[in-house]
């Protein structure tokens, strides 16, 4: 009997359609393109192979293409006839997750761990800053992640894709030594994962080597597709890594080239997370973002999320609409975060709406009211997921409101605990302004 590459058998008979279901899955731990092609390519070679369909059909929902991952999962679950009771599993994780459900799909996820805790596929649904734990909602999100992988991780001895997620749950929890010792494992082990680049870039944000992690992602990038699930991501942690050198004009060169709507080529959630976001600190850090560099990121947000979901998109979305000034539509948004906690289906909780209202009070220049509905709310922002290099926006957003109504002591006690555990030179900048 064929196996998968963790030796979980496979109910396919046919070698060419195992050789490129490996090669798919390998391409998704590695975030390298080419899965969707090579799940293709298994189910030509095998029409009844359900876990290539499954495969395609999480290939297709990371970047973003709902409907053909839907009709994939379609496709998976017809085939499960005569498959194991792992196979069906399998499939019933990711269809579960793409009906929507992820409460339904972390279950499934920890139930298929407990009995085959090797099917590492269906393991990544859980993992990383847009993974099932991170979007969970629960405040202690980071923790729940790193023990469930400290628990699996007897099962991984050897693996090149198991030390990045480990390494990253490890940086997320703020151990930075035992962060670096996996990833570092996992480049020697597979150089040109985005992945494991990805996690480097995370690692030298949270321990302010701002030239390495710089320096690194310029000689790694120019070899990774565009095209790739990462590349726009990879190229915001670039271009914060260059306003962290103080260099303003690299890091709109680098915004300009592969992270605004149209130059960037990645999963909707991405390009619209990391353009608002870079944006949005532009001003912080008081550099100029023109009105006309918000407006296609406004666009793209109508047509990309045209309806409220996933709290971690929705308040990107509200960066955008305070960016442009446009009250009316983040209102709107404010008011259908409510609705939605109303209605128990807000996991990131109430905050949501106050954080949101917040952004927009600070880009219409009224501070006090900025830090009236932030400062509560700013210890439950971690409930929206994401890591915190994504979520350290909203934080500095509070910090700038306590700086610009003077509030220097407030602003002063979060630089501190800020610097103790990373030398950035503008929060130590910053620290000096507050204390001046």
Same mark, same amino acid.
């Given at each position: ?13 046919? @070698? ?59 496709? !998976? ?11 069906? %599993? ?21 139930? %298929? ?26 405040? @202690? ?33 703020? =151990? ?12 020697? =082990? ?18 302010? @080597? ?54 960037? %080529? ?59 000034? @446009? ?8 008011? !259908? ?22 952004? &927009? ?10 830090? =009236? ?7 439950? *922002?971690?409930?929206?997921? &994401? ?5 350290? *926006? ?6 700038? !409101?306590?700086?610009?109504?003077? =509030? ?29």
């Amino acid at each position: 009997m064929h196996e998968d590459r963790y030796g979980l058998p496979l109910t396919s008979t046919s @070698d060419r359609a195992v050789a490129a279901y490996r090669k798919g899955v390998d391409h998704l731990l590695r975030a390298t393109p080419g899965a969707d092609r090579a799940f293709g390519e298994a189910l030509a070679a095998d029409p009844g192979f359900p876990l290539a369909a499954a495969g395609l059909a999480r290939a297709h929902q990371i970047h973003g293409r709902i409907p053909d991952a839907k009709a994939a999962i379609a496709q !998976a679950r017809a085939l499960m006839g005569g498959v194991s009771r792992r196979e069906r %599993q399998h499939v019933e994780a990711i269809g579960i997750l793409l009906d929507g459900n992820a409460a339904g799909a972390l279950a499934a996820v920890r139930a %298929q761990m407990v009995e085959f805790p090797r099917d590492a596929l269906v393991l990544s649904l859980a993992v990383g800053a847009f993974g099932l734990i991170a979007f969970s909602g629960r405040l @202690d999100h980071d923790a729940l992640l790193l023990e469930l992988l400290d628990g699996l991780a007897p099962h991984y001895v050897g693996d090149w894709w198991f030390p990045f997620v480990h390494g990253w749950a490890y940086n997320e929890a703020r =151990r930075h030594p035992e962060a670096r010792r996996l990833m570092e494992l996992a480049r020697e =082990r597979q150089p040109r994962s985005a992945n494991v680049a990805h996690g480097l870039a995370h690692i030298a944000y949270e321990t302010g @080597d701002i030239e390495g992690g710089a320096r690194y992602l310029e000689s790694w990038l120019p070899a990774y597709e565009r095209a790739s699930a990462l590349h726009c991501h990879l190229s915001w942690h670039l271009a914060l890594f260059e306003l962290g050198r103080g260099r303003s004009d690299a890091a709109l060169r680098v915004y300009e080239d592969s992270i605004a709507p149209g130059a960037s %080529q990645a999963p909707p959630l991405n390009t619209l997370s990391d353009s608002a976001a870079f944006l949005w600190r532009l001003g912080l850090y008081g550099e100029s973002a023109a009105a006309e560099r918000w407006v296609p990121v406004g666009d793209f947000a109508a047509q990309a999320f045209p309806r409220p979901g996933l709290a971690f998109a929705d308040i990107h979305c509200a960066l955008v609409w305070a960016g442009l000034g @446009d009250r009316a539509t983040l209102a709107r948004l404010v008011e !259908a975060f409510r609705e939605a906690d109303r209605a128990c289906r807000l996991p990131a909780g109430p905050g949501v709406a106050e954080l949101a209202e917040g952004l &927009g009070a600070f880009a219409a220049g009224d501070y006090e009211a900025a830090i =009236r509905r932030i400062e509560p709310v700013a210890g439950e *922002v971690t409930r929206l997921g &994401g890591s915190h290099a994504q979520r350290d *926006v909203f934080e500095e957003t509070l910090i700038q !409101a306590y700086l610009r109504t003077n =509030r220097g002591a407030k602003a002063a006690a979060i630089l501190r605990r800020r610097l103790e555990r990373r030398p950035w030179r503008r929060d130590q900048d910053w620290l000096a302004r507050a204390e001046g």
